[in-house]
Nanobody, 123 residues
């Protein structure tokens, strides 16, 4: 059983930046960030594998950067040029298995989820 602890959400004005962190209690080959806005389904934001390869949802590419520190079992999401439409609860996800980056965009791939952290972007 892997536990995930997230931090770093908050309220920011449009155009601002936030950095999310998620630390796992054990090793996770696959890690990613998802988000869920009110009334919407949970959606993929960015994923990274053990080797540091990354894949982004189209609307955040160029604005968000996902990175990981394997020694600390931690994944980060640096968010810049934030927009009101980025407002959502952001969830960290992890799995001890390996799959392709494209496979990692599916929420059902992941066995472990964080508690979620609210990100609110005001206009």
């Amino acid at each position: 059983q892997v536990q995930l602890v997230e931090s770093g959400g908050g309220l920011v004005q449009a155009g601002g930046s936030l950095r999310l962190s998620c630390t796992a209690s054990g090793r996770a080959l696959s890690m990613g960030w998802f988000r869920q806005a009110p009334g919407k389904e949970r959606e993929f934001v960015a994923v990274t594998n053990w080797g540091g390869d990354t894949y982004y949802e189209e609307s955040v590419e160029g604005r968000f950067i996902i990175s990981r520190d394997n020694a600390k079992n931690t994944v980060y999401l640096q968010m810049t040029s934030l927009k009101p439409e980025d407002t959502a609860v952001y969830y960290c996800a992890a799995d001890s298995g390996w799959t392709t980056l494209q496979g990692m965009v599916l929420p059902q791939w992941y066995d472990y989820w964080g508690q979620g952290t609210q990100v609110t972007v005001s206009s």
